[in-house]
């Protein structure tokens, strides 16, 4: 049993004793999660031991386990609620979406809790702040789809997805085993296991068309798939197939070096200052296509050097422009 298993069982758990009035008993929570009566009571003892859930016995020794008004256990002061209220401009670019959603319902009580006068501080407090919008995604139409997307990571589900890939010109129907959501350059990526290529791949939110819940998922993904591991390996979102791996050695010109060293692009990124002032980036990445792009966003403030293949990506791409940018006295 994977240990993403073991924590969506728990979360399902913490749902229902949170929804009780009366409390559950083990029976019902093993009727809800379809597993052993050991298991639920081995779960339950995890949750007690991070969450406030008490345990009575009652009338013919049946035992009841209840979680305590989240309304009892806060202790939020002023200015942790006012923080609350700030941080709406970081979710702004998931307007629409379930996420966005919980976060507005946890202001409107939170304004409630402060009051008129309060909430207009706090709104001309906010009025300094702002997120830019420059290539974020929108996803105000998108909530339902993400919700699906959700259901299916939870229920441990199939999905069906209308999606439209840079390359295909027409939608197509895929299967996919929904594992997890990255935020990235202001896009949302959904993590899932194709069916069809047998591989863990991504997919951008705003390519599908629609999401349909499918059969169950659990024959399907690989128990020892992490997501935390995904990204660990991959650069961004762009993973390949995580087989391979290659050691990428990256020269920044000294009008670049502190600008790419003030930011974690990378969990494997190393930096040697040269004498010339530039820098040398060293990364361990399993593709190196999705690199491409980043490393020649820096135009000639940025050198590949290894490895070669890089190297060889990269040369093709920029023949290519020069061709594109070529000019003949018949040119327009």
């Known amino acids: 049993m994977s240990e993403s298993a073991q924590l969506v069982r728990q979360w399902k758990l913490l749902k229902l004793l949170e929804a009780s009035r009366v409390g559950c008993t083990a029976e019902e929570l093993v009727g809800e999660a379809e597993v052993s009566d050991k298991t639920i009571r081995r779960d339950l003892k995890v949750l007690q031991a991070i969450f406030d859930i008490s345990e009575t016995t009652g009338d013919g020794g049946i035992k009841r386990w209840k ?5 009892q256990q806060l202790g939020f002061n002023y200015t ?5 209220i700030m941080s709406r401009r970081f979710l702004e670019p998931l307007a629409g979406t379930p996420f966005w959603e919980g976060h507005q319902n946890v202001l409107r009580k939170v304004r409630g809790v402060l009051g008129d006068y309060a909430a207009d501080y706090c709104e001309r407090l906010q009025a300094m ?3 830019s919008g420059f290539g974020v995604g929108d996803y105000t139409q998108r909530g339902q789809l993400i919700d699906t997307l959700l259901q299916a990571m939870e229920d441990r589900r199939r999905v069906l997805v209308v999606y439209q890939s840079m390359q295909s010109t027409e939608p197509v129907e895929q299967e996919l085993g929904p594992q997890g959501f990255i935020w990235h350059n202001g896009s949302l990526y959904l993590i899932a296991w194709s069916a069809r290529r047998e591989e863990i791949r991504n997919y951008k939110v705003d390519r599908m068309d ?6 169950e998922l659990k024959y399907v993904v690989p128990d020892s798939f992490s997501l935390d591991d995904y990204q660990r390996k991959a650069f961004g979102v762009f993973g390949g197939t995580g087989q391979d791996s290659h050691s990428v050695v990256i020269r920044f010109h000294r009008d670049a070096a502190r600008y790419v060293q003030e930011s974690c692009w990378h ?3 190393q930096f040697t200052p040269q004498k010339d ?10 593709e190196l296509s999705s690199v491409v792009k980043w490393i020649l966003s820096f ?3 940025a050198t590949a050097l290894e490895p070669q293949p890089l190297v060889d990506l990269i040369t093709e791409e920029l023949q290519q422009m020069a061709t594109m940018y070529e000019r003949t006295p018949d040119s327009p």
């Open 299 to 301: 135009g000639r403030n």
């Open 80 to 84: 942790d609620l006012i923080s609350i």
């Open 67 to 71: 979680m305590k008004p989240l309304s």
């Open 129 to 131: 702040l702002r997120v």
């Open 210 to 215: 629609s999401v349909t819940l499918g059969s």
């Open 267 to 269: 969990e494997t990124q």
């Open 277 to 286: 002032g530039a820098v040398l980036m060293t990364l361990q990445l399993s």
